[in-house]
């Protein structure tokens, strides 16, 4: 998933950014829209797609089949703005040897395979206190050292927006029911709440597509539309305007490009 891939990526950034003395804060941003673009190919690249997915029924090779022109298109679109920014080779440096804390490796093993299972069985609320004694033992630093702020940022993007949906809907709110502007209104929706939450809020529209598309596309842009971008803000530690000089007007291309792309194809 693309959160789960800001983890991975932006610490190799960052440590390669100290190594070669660099600054590479445009790696960074390209990193964070490859992350949000790369995973709306898939059902399961993100949590929006699982939600669409599951809500709507749709068939695992037809969301893909919808969604491919879109991914392609920004992908193209990502390579073009990194060819323009990126200019020359890296220097080369030597490697230090890194070493391994093998009991906290197959810890975290453990626990990712213990918590997985956990929830599967419907005992999720066992996770966390596993997680917390196993690591106090194993690697207390760790604990220590954690983002808390970043998880707390998870739990307010991922609370239950199903009612305030009921709610929007009681009033009388109703998505757009054509094609382009439920995208736009998804894609910007997603600019102000986050496209998690924007996916949920825009539920009772008749055609997942668009919302798809809308909500993927609103991953990029301002920092906010996507968790994957808080995620490599927060580790890179870079300033927001430095995020938003390069994912803005990247975000502005796609949402034209893709608007014309929904009005062409059938």
């Not at 102000?192 to 993927?216: F, I, K, Y």
Request: hydrophobic share 60%; aromatic share 12%.
């Amino acid at each position: 998933m693309n959160d789960t891939a800001m983890l991975i990526f932006i610490p190799f950034i960052v440590a390669l950014s100290r190594l070669i003395e660099k600054d590479m804060t445009a790696l960074v941003v390209f990193s964070a829209i490859a992350a949000n673009v790369g995973s709306a190919l898939t059902p399961i690249g993100n949590p929006q797609n699982i939600i669409i997915w599951r809500h709507y029924g749709v068939p695992f090779p037809d969301f893909v089949a919808y969604i491919l022109p879109f991914v392609l298109l920004w992908l193209i679109l990502l390579r073009l703005f990194a060819f323009v920014t990126f200019r020359g080779s890296l220097p080369e440096r030597k490697l230090h040897q890194v070493k391994v804390r093998e009991g906290l490796l197959w810890s975290s093993l453990f626990l990712l395979i213990a918590n997985i299972v956990l929830a599967r069985e419907g005992k999720a609320l066992w996770t966390l206190p596993l997680t917390v004694v196993i690591l106090s033992l194993v690697g207390g630093d760790v604990l220590l050292s954690f983002d808390w702020a970043l998880v707390l940022t998870f739990a307010l993007i991922f609370v239950d927006f199903g009612e305030l949906s009921r709610i929007m809907a009681s009033l009388g709110f109703h998505p757009p029911s054509s094609r382009i502007g439920l995208f736009i209104s998804s894609a910007l929706l997603s600019q102000a709440v986050s496209n998690v939450p924007a996916t949920v809020l825009l539920l009772s529209a008749e055609n997942w597509g668009p919302l798809a598309v809308g909500v993927n596309a609103g991953g990029t842009g301002f920092m906010v539309g996507s968790l994957a971008n808080l995620i490599a803000i927060r580790i890179a530690r870079m300033s927001i305007e430095d995020f938003h000089r390069y994912s803005v007007p990247y975000f502005l291309l796609i949402l034209l490009l893709s608007a014309l792309l929904l009005w062409i194809l059938p």
